[in-house]
């Protein structure tokens, strides 16, 4: 029997799904997910005219998939990527193919690289972290999670009998080195604002006296923003007795570059006895492709460190062969911006994250906002469409907007008149009533009957 093909639309594209597709996404295709079935390869025509009509139906594809990208850029809310950035000028290295392979700071006989760019950019994070450039190693990644598998495995091979904590909203990454490296994790309890419980983490530190400690510090956690308190964690360390049997992985994709230019915000440093820290370079910076940055000091990474004849040079890194393009787009961006654009920015995204805030509230929609944070937590709206037009994160009863550069205040009031609206519209016919989200941002932010004082006029 024929196998039945469906028409479906998957992000503003009619592609085509089978039954058995559709089976085997099972609940999550009840949430309106589906497999998406790829834009088909096909062997090139012999016949000339044939040949020359395949390509004009190529060429009109791709530029109706350059028009959906654009449409999907211009509704962008949930996810912390700064869209916006103009890399024109290194369209010249998109020829080449620039290939990092090895240890940034050693040469190999591969020659087409970017290394100089790349230690550049090493460079000037170490001193943003305030580690001397003899004293730290680290190289540019795949992105946020390579650089947590990166610096866990550095903990959990300086401390092989080690436990790795992290708090439950620690990201996935987290959890997938533990799997990965077979290693023992334990899950430390959170606040409503998202940050780590302390008082959760010294029990569960004391039930496990004997072993080594390798902690995973949030700082800004994946849904909330919430930033760990990493100070508190060094002196519950210490008097717990882990002096000198512990290593920290300070997880800062995000925040991790924009806690450096909010002048109250504790520093994340070298200066304390942390062993890394692993930012996302394609978030707060902004870039066309995942990449990101780690650094650790060079005493630890010695025991990953393997000379490798065929590459002359040295295996330190997760990935082998590495891209050579990021370095340049990183590289481009620190010059373009320097400190000062950065912390520009820095403050135009807090300043709007408040702005938006404060805009859903006044829509009687229950918001909240971490202080050192430009993660918007607020109630997840109740139609899926809208969900997937602005490619809201959602977790349970909550969604995020993350505000990034790219994000104007009018595109954000333009967000919450839509919301406004649309959320009257959803909830029609039971009846209009704000649902209860006090379980997740907590009692003094919820605007339902129950926790707001005001809702009365609501």
């Given at each position: 029997m024929a196998e039945k093909k469906i028409d479906v639309v998957v992000g503003g594209w009619q592609v085509m799904a089978t039954d058995d597709h559709l089976k085997a996404v099972g609940d999550t295709g009840k949430q309106g997910?589906?497999?998406?079935?790829?834009?088909?390869?096909?062997?090139?025509?012999?016949?000339?005219?044939?040949?020359?009509?395949?390509?004009?139906?190529?060429?009109?594809?791709?530029?109706?998939?350059?028009?959906?990208?654009?449409?999907r850029t211009a509704h962008h809310m949930g996810y912390p990527f700064n869209l916006e950035f103009d890399f024109s000028v290194l369209d010249q290295f998109q020829s080449f193919s620039i290939n990092n392979l090895g240890d940034p700071f050693i040469e190999s006989n591969y020659g087409v690289h970017s290394r100089q760019f790349e230690v550049a950019v090493l460079d000037w994070f170490a001193r943003l972290w305030n580690i001397q450039q003899h004293e730290y190693w680290g190289y540019i990644t795949s992105g946020g999670t390579e650089g947590n598998l990166h610096s866990l495995l550095v903990g959990r091979e300086i401390f092989r009998d080690g436990i790795i904590y992290a708090s439950c909203d620690?990201?996935?990454?987290?959890?997938?080195a533990a799997r990965m490296y077979r290693v023992e994790c334990v899950k430390i309890g959170t606040l409503v604002s998202g940050e780590i419980n302390c008082a959760d983490f010294k029990s569960k530190l004391l039930m496990n006296a004997g072993r080594p400690a390798i902690v995973n510090v949030n700082i800004g956690t994946t849904v909330k923003g919430a930033i760990d308190d990493l100070d508190n964690i060094i002196r519950i360390l210490e008097k717990c007795g882990f002096r000198d049997r512990f290593y920290?992985?300070?997880?800062?994709?995000?925040?991790?570059?924009?806690?450096?230019?909010?002048?109250?915000?504790?520093?994340?440093?070298?200066?304390?006895?942390?062993?890394?820290?692993?930012?996302?370079?394609?978030?707060?910076?902004?870039?066309?492709?995942?990449?990101?940055?780690?650094?650790?000091?060079?005493?630890?990474?010695?025991?990953?460190?393997?000379?490798?004849?065929?590459?002359?040079?040295?295996?330190?890194?997760?990935?082998?062969?590495?891209?050579?393009?990021?370095?340049?787009?990183?590289?481009?961006t620190l010059n373009k911006k320097g400190y000062r654009g950065i912390q520009k920015e820095v403050k135009k995204c807090m300043r709007n994250a408040q702005h938006l805030t404060s805009r859903l509230r006044e829509k009687g929609v229950s918001a909240f906002l971490n202080e050192l944070s430009s993660t918007v937590v607020f109630e997840r709206p109740r139609d899926e469409s809208f969900v997937h037009k602005w490619q809201l994160a959602c977790e349970g009863s909550i969604a995020h907007v993350v505000v990034m550069p790219n994000l104007s205040v009018e595109k954000l009031d333009g967000f919450v008149e839509e919301l406004a609206v649309g959320r009257r519209m959803w909830h029609e016919d039971e009846g209009f009533s704000v649902p209860c989200v006090a379980k997740d941002i907590g009692e003094e932010n919820c605007l339902c009957d129950v926790h707001d004082k005001n809702s009365g006029a609501a």
């Open positions: 997910r589906l497999l998406v079935e790829g834009f088909a390869v096909q062997e090139p025509p012999v016949d000339v005219e044939a040949a020359a009509q395949r390509q004009a139906g190529v060429a009109a594809l791709l530029a109706g998939f350059a028009h959906h990208l654009q449409d620690s990201h996935y990454s987290v959890f997938k920290i992985h300070c997880d800062g994709a995000l925040a991790g570059l924009m806690m450096s230019f909010i002048k109250h915000a504790p520093k994340v440093t070298f200066d304390k006895p942390i062993g890394s820290v692993s930012i996302s370079g394609h978030k707060f910076m902004g870039c066309p492709v995942p990449c990101g940055v780690v650094i650790t000091r060079l005493e630890h990474v010695k025991v990953l460190s393997t000379d490798i004849e065929y590459i002359s040079s040295r295996d330190a890194t997760i990935m082998g062969s590495r891209n050579g393009h990021s370095p340049l787009f990183l590289w481009y």
